[in-house]
Nanobody, 118 residues
Framework: QVQLVESGGGLVQPGGSLRLSCAASTSISSMFSMGWYRQAPGKQRELVAIITRGGTTNYADSVKGRFYNSGDNVKNMVYLQMNSLKPEDTAVYYC????????????WGQGTQVTVSS
């Protein structure tokens, strides 16, 4: 019912920056939370950043001070600004949202590849 589409991934050198975008098909203000997960080869999917309806963002310790999550309620967009990228940041990044009324529903984007390499 709700579609999430990520964009902005690609190849970047260590120390570089990328900005990921997530376009939602519905109002993001109606969601309980939205954010980003990532999954590297051979590893479990992990939380990167998530913003709640109250506007508070929680970040993984590994990205604090480097990544910044934000949302635009008018454009129904969520962004992840990624700075000082490291090779260990290489992963598929997924946009995430949690909504619903009587039943909580989780939504996932298709993922966008981020590769940090020289």
């Amino acid at each position: 019912q709700v579609q999430l589409v990520e964009s902005g991934g690609g190849l970047v050198q260590p120390g570089g920056s990328l900005r990921l975008s997530c376009a939602a098909s519905t109002s993001i203000s109606s969601m309980f939370s939205m954010g980003w997960y990532r999954q590297a080869p051979g590893k479990q999917r992990e939380l990167v950043a998530i913003i709640t309806r109250g506007g508070t963002t929680n970040y993984a310790d590994s990205v604090k001070g480097r990544f910044y999550n934000s949302g635009d309620n008018v454009k129904n967009m969520v962004y992840l600004q990624m700075n000082s990228l490291k090779p260990e940041d290489t992963a598929v990044y997924y946009c995430y949202a949690k909504g619903g009324r009587l039943v909580r529903v989780e939504y996932w984007g298709q993922g966008t590849q981020v590769t940090v390499s020289s």
